[in-house]
């Protein structure tokens, strides 16, 4: 049954009225506006946002996939964990199918790891209670919007005394990584329309430091069409008016200083760490690691597994699709040698990445 609520950001005669206003408030050359969420990447090519602000608007996608971040060294890692016996990995469907350089966790499942896909943190926790004689790792791969539900498992299973349970994190947080490529002039970025569920968690007041600095508008915008053209509205306006600042289209979520209470569970479970981006390599304390005081739920330290640099792998120019450098097509390996069917690079595989976007609903003007 359609949700009324969903369908009034939907539709047809309002978008075209933004695309109208968009078009009148820009003259000058297409302003390259890059999404820093793979969700929002989805949504402009499921309904076909990039034609329409062709001219006006070059729409770029950005490192905002966690799967399509996280390097072939985590993968490495999360595939030698589950080769060993009385464990258990516990992750996310889209990172079974992520290959890295010595395989992927669904071909060490073919030979007879025990990988299971889990729906959330919890759930894993609630495994580990379970299978008491087996150890549970956790895959914690994300940004800011899924590392407190990752805390809140670590916390439950401290409170439940289920001390077979740890995490391997590879958890990121964005700011870090939207500065670097405000800095990179090679990337050539505009403005961002910000993620809307990070802004959630971090604020959009977050961002203010990037908007001063760097002379970019920053827009947090909601998922849905009239949401992203609106927020492609303030940007246009903003830089007609040659202001660089932070607005918030996404007010009926995310507030200026964001969810206090998952920012202190945060700040209790985890600390900040420099994290290995694939594509944009070490950025300091863009990672979380897990503190101190929860030493004994994470997997590195309580199983002794590290997570090494690896090389990239031939061809697969996933990095320079997360830079925004190119588009998908730019790829050699793009729906010749790469498709979802067979995907080389994790952007091809993720219901999220840019690759699989592209791949699927085509639309790249």
């Known amino acids: 049954m359609p949700i009324p609520h969903v369908d009034a950001y939907r539709a047809a005669a309002p978008a075209a009225a933004l695309i109208a206003r968009i078009r009148e408030a820009w003259s000058g050359p297409p302003v390259r506006i890059m999404e820093v969420c793979g969700t929002h990447t989805m949504a402009i090519a499921r309904h076909g946002l990039r034609a329409p602000l062709a001219g006006a608007v070059k729409l770029i996608s950005g490192p905002g996939c966690p799967v399509c971040v996280t390097p072939d060294g985590y993968i490495d890692a999360a595939v030698a964990l589950a080769s ?5 990995l516990a992750t996310f469907g889209d990172m079974v199918r992520v290959p890295g350089s010595r395989g992927s966790l669904e071909q060490a499942r073919a030979a007879g790891a025990d990988v299971r896909i889990v729906y959330s943190p919890l759930d894993a926790v609630d495994l580990a209670a379970a299978e008491p004689d087996r150890e ?4 914690g791969v ?3 919007t ?5 805390a809140g498992a670590i916390v439950t299973a401290r409170q439940r005394n289920t ?3 740890s995490v391997l994190s590879s958890l990121r947080t964005i700011p870090g990584a939207m500065a670097l490529l405000a800095a990179d002039p090679a990337v050539r970025i505009d403005a961002f329309l910000c993620p809307a569920n990070v802004s959630a968690i971090i604020g959009a007041d977050a961002y203010r430091p990037l908007a001063e600095r760097y002379l970019l508008p920053c827009v947090v915008g909601g998922f849905e069409p009239l949401d992203i053209l609106s927020s492609v509205l303030m940007i246009l306006r903003q830089k007609s008016r040659g202001e660089a600042r932070v607005e918030n289209e996404y007010a009926r979520v995310a507030t200026p200083g964001g969810n206090r209470r998952a920012q202190a569970l945060l700040a209790e479970v ?5 994290a290995d981006w694939r594509g944009l390599g070490v950025l300091p304390a863009s990672g979380l690691r897990i503190a101190g005081g929860y030493a004994d739920f994470d997997a590195g330290r309580k199983l002794g597994i590290a997570v090494a640099a690896t090389p990239v ?5 996933c990095g320079d699709v997360l830079k925004g450098m190119i588009d998908p097509p730019g790829c050699p390996l793009f729906g010749a040698a790469c498709t979802p069917a067979t995907p080389v690079g994790p952007c ?8 699989a976007a592209a791949f699927k609903y085509g639309s790249l003007a």
């Open 136 to 139: 549970v790792v956790f895959l």
């Open 163 to 165: 001390r077979n349970f």
């Open 313 to 317: 792998r031939s061809g697969c120019r």
């Open 142 to 144: 994300g940004f800011e």
């Open 146 to 150: 899924t590392a407190p539900t990752v």
């Open 270 to 274: 985890f600390e900040p760490c420099d």
């Open 84 to 88: 060993r016996a009385k464990i258990t």
């Open 348 to 355: 091809m595989v993720s219901t999220e990445g840019a690759c």
